[in-house]
């Protein structure tokens, strides 16, 4: 189907979302938006986006319904629970209609919610993503899709326009892709704060630090962009860090009904959570600079009888 006649819902327009809705109208998509506060998707209104007073009010006519919802149990809710119209939005969408879950939500979530959709032939893809909102803003998103293989080849034309797409399998192997992600990306986010605020002690400069790394084997991401804003103390959110804590608490859980048990994860979900509980919510995931500083200054612990 081309571009123009496809219909898109998007739930969500919150840091992401609005990006992505954005990127959807300007590749020549149909789009209708939902948001809980209505106000915040107003500028969407310049890009031909319609606004809807409701999630079952955007679906209604929806050939792709979009989720971007903060966890789990909101998706749930808002898909599957009366909305202010009194309908259910998930009910709402027609048969050969598909709903793209690009929210990170357990996995488990996902391979009830595909079973509830295909007893009525609408199709279902879990489909988070990475890249936060640089990604999101220049659609070059990881694209992390669990789903049959012909309902995403389907999609492609949608997923170009925000970024890359890669199909990991049946329904649920995205939500498992993006734990695993979230794994990486939480231990790097770790390290690299750990090692800039090292350098900085010993008396280096940690924004020159920083530049002679980046090229060599510890280049990443990660120390591009959250490294830059640990160097500059800029942790207004651009991925707040009590998602990261949401989804690598959501790996735990499963790491421990697969028989694992993750060190690595075990510590980066205490710094994280001791970060929270320090700095409190309302920061980037890049503020577990904080929690590295302070727990750097706590008394050192001499580990081995001859140290």
């Excluded at 079973?115 to 936060?132: F, I, Q, T």
Aim: hydrophobic residues 45%.
């Amino acid at each position: 189907m081309p571009a123009p006649d496809r219909r898109i819902a998007l739930l969500g327009t919150g840091i992401m979302g609005g990006h992505m809705a954005r990127r959807l109208a300007q590749a020549g998509f149909s789009v209708a938006v939902w948001n809980r506060t209505l106000a915040k998707a107003e500028k969407l209104r310049e890009f031909g986006i319609r606004l809807t007073a409701s999630p079952s009010a955007a679906c209604a006519d929806a050939d792709v319904a979009i989720v971007m919802l903060s966890n789990g149990p909101v998706v749930e809710a808002v898909l599957f629970s009366e909305d202010a119209s009194g309908r259910k939005p998930a009910e709402m969408l027609a048969p050969s209609a598909v709903l793209v879950v690009m929210s990170s939500i357990p996995v488990e979530y996902c391979q009830a919610q595909a079973e509830r959709l295909a007893s009525r032939g609408v199709g279902y893809v879990d489909a988070p993503v990475s890249g936060g909102e640089p990604g999101a803003r220049d659609g070059t998103l990881a694209i992390l899709a669990g789903g049959e293989s012909d309902v995403i080849a389907g999609l492609a034309d949608v997923f170009a326009a925000l970024g890359r797409a890669t199909r990991l399998g049946p329904a649920g192997t995205g939500q498992l892709t993006k734990l695993a992600n979230q794994i990486i990306v939480g231990g790097t986010m770790i390290a690299v704060a750990e090692a800039l605020h090292f350098a900085t002690c010993g008396g280096a400069d940690p924004a020159a630090v920083r530049s002679a790394l980046m090229g060599g084997f510890a280049e990443s991401k990660i120390l591009a962009i959250h490294g830059e804003r640990m160097v500059e103390r800029n942790f207004v959110p651009g991925g707040p860090a009590e998602y990261q804590l949401k989804d690598i608490r959501t790996a735990q859980a499963l790491a421990g009904k697969l028989g694992l048990h993750l060190t690595l994860l075990d510590s980066m979900i205490g710094i994280f959570s001791d970060m929270i509980a320090n700095e409190g919510t309302g920061l980037d995931v890049a503020g577990v600079m904080l929690e590295v500083e302070r727990r750097a200054r706590a008394p050192h612990v001499k580990l081995g009888k001859d140290m």
